[in-house]
Nanobody
Framework: QVQLVESGGGSVQPGGSLRLSCAGS????????VGWFRQAPGKEREEVSC?????????HYADFVKGRFTISRDQDKNTVYLQMNNLAPEDTAVYSC????????????????WGQGTQVTVSS
């Protein structure tokens, strides 16, 4: 059974940092594209970042997180991370990870497996 479990969310003040983890079981994260998404109350879900599969992955960031967030993968731990720095109140949302085809034309476009999400709250 495939499962993605997010952790690392919480409450921080503006300017603070958090590191989210997306731990996979039942699938090798190295061979999948893994995306991070967020959804704030009353808003549509939006993609934050994505990393494709393989040794030399492509990495994508939404414009609103470039320079602040970093996605990475630890193959030994079968986990993808999202390091979030310089957080702002508008980053408040439920953050979820998803896994899809790691190679080919559908990387970072189509996702088969989703986690339950972790809450990130940024406020003073």
């Amino acid at each position: 059974q495939v499962q993605l479990v997010e952790s690392g969310g919480g409450s921080v003040q503006p300017g603070g940092s958090l590191r989210l983890s997306c731990a996979g079981s039942g699938l090798g994260m190295f061979f999948y594209s893994v995306g991070w998404f967020r959804q704030a109350p009353g808003k549509e879900r939006e993609e934050v970042s994505c990393i494709t599969g393989g040794n030399d992955p492509d990495i994508h960031y939404a414009d609103f997180v470039k320079g602040r967030f970093t996605i990475s993968r630890d193959q030994d731990k079968n986990t993808v991370y999202l390091q979030m720095n310089n957080l702002a109140p508008e980053d408040t949302a439920v953050y979820s990870c998803a896994a899809g085809p790691g190679f080919g034309t559908l990387t970072c476009q189509s996702y088969e497996y989703w986690g339950q999400g972790t809450q990130v709250t940024v406020s003073s």
